[in-house]
Structure formats: structure tokens, C-alpha cells
């Protein structure tokens, strides 16, 4: 089916509460490349790769997240996947 790209910006108590790690983890155990960072204005920025049901699968974790943390509400935009991530990463 080919590998999709997805843009992700997370929005409530995501910083802190090692969301990015967790990311990190959850994507490992998915077999989803790309990465996680930290945005100034409180969010967290979050492009991932693979094929559709791993793209669902990481997004309906992204949508809780880990334990300690408190998603309000994520904006997700399909991108064409120009460059191939090998891994994921916390930037």
C-alpha cells in the first residue's frame, strides 16, 4: 500500500510528562519512523511514517498518550512522504 506520512501537533499537558519518550517507545513497538519534538508554545510536534494501519495505531496512542499526561486535542495533516525516515527519533 505504500508508506504515508502524517504531521502532528499535540496540544494539553504534553511536555513534562515524557511524552516524547514515550512516542519514541510506542513508535519502536510499531515499526513507525520519523520523529518527536518539544515546541515553545507548549505543544508537541510529531511527524510519523509507515502504512496506514500503523499511522491509525500511533495516532490513537497519540491521542492519550502517556500516563501522566493530558492530550486536549491533536491537529493532523497528511504530507506526501518526499523523505524516508530509518528510525525514530527525539529531536
Known sequence: MGIKQKHCLISGRVQGVSYRYSAQQQAHKLGVTGWVRNLADGRVELLIQGEAQQLEDMLNW???????????????????ADLTFTDFEIR
Open 62 to 80: 497519540a491521542n492519550q498518550g502517556p500516563r501522566f499526561a493530558e492530550v486536549t486535542s491533536i491537529e493532523v495533516t497528511e504530507q506526501s
